[in-house]
């Protein structure tokens, strides 16, 4: 989703026209940006700073990335609403689920480069990953290849060059699917929403994204099963010592533009 905008380029002429400037108009492509609010069962949860596409899979990710449901069948039904001022995505569960377990507490604003707004105190940041198990052996050739295939499936992007991606690839390094958002952390829920809607097995492939790998992008993935996540940048401390407690490989681009696999 994207709008128009008029700005200016600059020009520097050469030759006769050395010293003289340019300014010319253009039309740019920006990324939207809306508040989303996320809704159980008629009751908001959550509003998060995101790009206005793919809301059913962003409603479903985040809700399992987050752990704040254990599995994709607890959710009946996910009903996107155009409200005044943003979107509401109201997520049916059922009743008697909800009784019996209190939905994870998230405060009810996060902007779109967060990925810890809301939490209440410092113990509830860093949850303890989940144990994950790969469906088959890391290959960092694989990884290589998902990432020069990634620019084709990133149309936003070639748009605006302003948004994030999170590809969903096979154990041979094919991308089956990506999905883009302003915020990292948004374009993963969107990925994984899109990989668990789409019956897909998050034990027998990958993801890469193309931002640095912070510790709540390795908790998402964890959550559900991701045993291999690749980012462009390296990962941080903290990242890496998640990723080794759930069991999870994580990868990152090298300055000679080749992949380095941390075990």
């Known amino acids: 989703m994207m709008a128009s905008a008029l700005c200016s380029t600059v020009a520097t002429g050469t030759g006769f026209a050395a010293g003289i400037r340019r300014i010319d108009p253009v039309m740019w492509q920006v990324p939207e940006e809306v508040p989303v609010a996320l809704l159980y069962n008629g009751r908001s949860h959550a509003v998060m700073m995101a790009t206005p596409a793919d809301l059913e899979d962003f409603a479903v990710g985040f809700t399992l990335g987050e752990e704040i449901l254990d599995a994709f069948t607890d959710i009946e039904g996910v009903a996107v609403e ?22 994870r507490k998230r405060s009810m604003e996060g902007r779109s480069g967060c990925g810890l707004c809301g939490a209440e105190s410092l113990e509830g940041v860093v949850r303890k990953p989940r144990p994950v198990r790969a469906g088959f052996v890391p290959d960092p050739a694989a990884v290589q290849a998902s990432f020069a295939e990634l ?13 994030h991606a999170a590809a969903w690839c ?14 990292r952390h948004n374009a993963l829920d969107k990925m994984i929403g899109a990989v668990i809607r789409g019956g897909l097995s998050p034990s027998d492939g990958f993801a890469i994204m193309t931002s640095r790998c912070s510790f709540e992008l390795v908790q998402k993935a964890a959550a559900v099963g991701v045993p291999l996540l690749a980012t462009m940048s390296a990962p941080t401390s903290l990242a890496l010592d998640l990723a080794r407690q759930a069991g999870m490989t994580l990868g990152a681009m090298s300055r000679a533009e080749s992949i380095v696999l941390f075990h």
């Not at 990133?154 to 060059?161: C, D, H, K, T, V």
């Not at 390094?173 to 302003?182: H, K, P, Q, S, T």
């Open 151 to 163: 620019p084709a499936f990133q149309a936003m992007n070639r748009a605006n060059r302003s948004v």
């Open 170 to 183: 096979d154990a041979e390094g094919n991308i089956l699917l990506a999905r883009e958002d302003v915020g």
């Open 82 to 103: 155009p409200q005044s001022g943003g979107i509401a995505v109201d997520m049916a569960v059922d009743k008697m689920l909800m009784a019996r377990r209190a939905l």
